[in-house]
């Protein structure tokens, strides 16, 4: 047979496969990835909306790709896109670092399968964008919102206008801040509790976090009815220590954060030590009350796996 070897071949192999194996292929790709190859052409446009049902996860922090401040040439419009594409198949969302509240709206309108969202959300937040965030999120037993609260802590509502909204079996509920994780934290104002009253709506709550907070005597009350808590952090919050007291009643609790509470003094230590016989986790962190004296009474939590008593009257 005759041919001319000047003449080079090619063929396209992956447009040889069927739309099911190419679409599955698809699948393997970064939701951002998809979003590009529906340029390519029109049957890949085609195969790529096939893929998104395979999209359970999405997770963005504040390295992409393995490349270093990669996120920030993520634009709002290409995340918007993603959920667009596949937030009706997501069942695990985060996304950290890279925007503000205004990703709330989109995610309540296409995000209604989700069972575990976590957002560290950047710089301004407008309680607006909070309103029926989560009522079609039947599903949802886990939510972390990160804020910084030099820049929140003015809309003591915001916290209630979040868990309004939340289902009653939700499982876990964190509000952590951006800067606990700060060396050298700004001056920032405590946040009245006036968010706790939504609270007692959920029946089945394991996990909790309020950071930065301010709560008397009926906001603990609402929170040591939680006899179901396994976890619970209050870093950083301002409470009277006759209040702190009651926390020796969660029985259960396996993680207790205290970091930065002031008021955390020997007694309230003591009789964590007599009750929380369950503890695995202790952060007794910056409470300068406590002495060694109490320290030496959890010696009685034979559990007890990680204690962090840094800079205490030891």
């Known amino acids: 047979m005759d041919y001319d070897d000047s003449v080079e071949t ?20 970064q939701p951002l990835e998809l979003v590009e190859i529906k340029e390519v052409s029109q049957r890949w446009n085609y195969l790529a909306d096939l893929a ?5 996860k999405f997770e963005y922090t504040n390295q992409i790709f393995g490349y270093e401040n990669n996120w920030r040439l993520i634009n709002f419009n290409q995340l918007k896109n993603v959920i667009l594409n596949c937030g009706r198949y997501l ?6 670092n890279l925007c503000g509240s205004e990703i709330v709206p989109l995610i309540r309108d296409h995000c209604h399968n989700l069972v575990r969202l976590e957002l560290v ?19 949802l037993n886990y939510i972390s919102i990160s804020m910084d609260p030099v820049y929140h802590w003015n809309d ?65 009350s609402t929170i040591l009815n939680f006899k179901t808590l396994l976890h619970l952090s209050l870093s950083n919050s301002k409470i009277e220590d006759y209040c702190l007291i009651g926390l020796s ?26 009750n929380c016989c369950k503890l695995k986790y202790l952060n007794l962190k910056k409470c300068s009350s406590v002495t060694g004296k109490s320290i030496n009474k959890l010696t009685k ?14």
């Open 10 to 29: 090619k063929t396209d192999l992956i447009n040889i496969l069927d739309d099911d194996s190419l679409s599955i292929i698809f699948s393997y790709l």
């Open 52 to 56: 998104w049902i395979y999209i359970k």
């Open 91 to 96: 069942t695990h969302l985060t996304l950290k």
């Open 121 to 139: 959300l950047l710089l301004m937040i407008n309680r607006d964008d909070f309103k029926f965030a989560f009522t079609k999120m039947n599903q």
């Open 156 to 220: 003591e509502c915001l916290y209630g206008a979040i868990l309004s909204t939340l289902h009653s079996s939700i499982n876990e509920i964190h509000f952590p801040s951006i800067c606990d994780s700060r060396e050298n934290k700004p001056s920032i104002r405590y946040c009245n509790s006036s968010f706790v009253p939504w609270m007692k709506k959920f029946d089945n709550l394991q996990a909790l976090t309020l950071h930065y907070q301010a709560m008397d005597e009926h906001d603990m």
């Open 249 to 274: 009643n969660l029985i259960n609790l396996e993680y207790l954060d205290l970091s930065y509470v002031d008021e955390v003094d020997n007694y309230v230590v003591w009789k964590i030590a007599d």
């Open 301 to 314: 939590l034979i559990d007890l796996e990680h204690l962090i008593v840094e800079k205490l009257s030891l």
